[in-house]
């Protein structure tokens, strides 16, 4: 049976607004939380690369990359951050607000992308609240160098969600989009390198898998990682 992303998110949206309250009660402290010192100072503080849009160019150069030759190539993090001191410039409040409020929609997809394979309600949501108040997440919202994790699995979620829309209904527009996610959880993260093999397991699971629809994601995270890595 077919499930549209409509009919998911409003047949559940008491049950998502109850887990998001909970992260805030869990992790809603952190908002008024400081800049650290260790990689915030480097990354947003002393990174002149955000201080303008003129450098957009910059942070998706890894030449460019000011504070460590070592770092990965995460330039959505940098550029979060840029569009962040345009609003707030350094007010550590703003940035970790934004944290927080990512942390929410990583939870929100998970219940999403656990219904869409399971469509079982209990599980997604035994899934998704697991997941809300593990504290191995704690570091990714409250430290903001940990952007780069909340940000990074959003768009990996969404890749995946959108691939399953593909196999679903069988258009070719919904495995473009997962396509152009999967490159954004790249840019934000190189975890996100592991989506192609996620997604085999996945078609193993079902019995059937779609070469031609595969093939694309482990070419890009060819090239991904022989362009920057």
Known sequence: MKCSLDKIISSKKIALLLISFLI?????????????????????????????????????????VPYSKF?????LRDLSHMVEYTIWKLNPMGYHAVNLLLYILCVILTYLLAFKITKKTEIALVASLIFAVHPVHVESVSWLAGRKDVLFFIFYLLS????????????????????????????SKSMGITLPIVLLVYNWTIRKVRIKSLLPFFV??????????
């Open 24 to 64: 805030l009660v869990i992790h809603g402290n952190s908002v008024f939380f400081d800049f650290t010192n260790l990689d915030d100072d480097l990354l947003i503080r002393k990174n002149e690369n955000i201080r303008s849009f003129s450098n957009i160019v910059k942070i998706f150069n890894p030449k460019e």
């Open 71 to 75: 770092t990965d190539y995460l330039p």
């Open 160 to 187: 995946f969600i959108f691939y399953l829309e593909h196999i679903e209904k069988d258009r070719r527009i919904y495995l473009l989009l997962s396509l152009g996610l999967f490159i954004l959880s790249l840019f």
């Open 220 to 229: 890009i995270s060819f090239i991904f990682g022989l362009l920057f890595y």
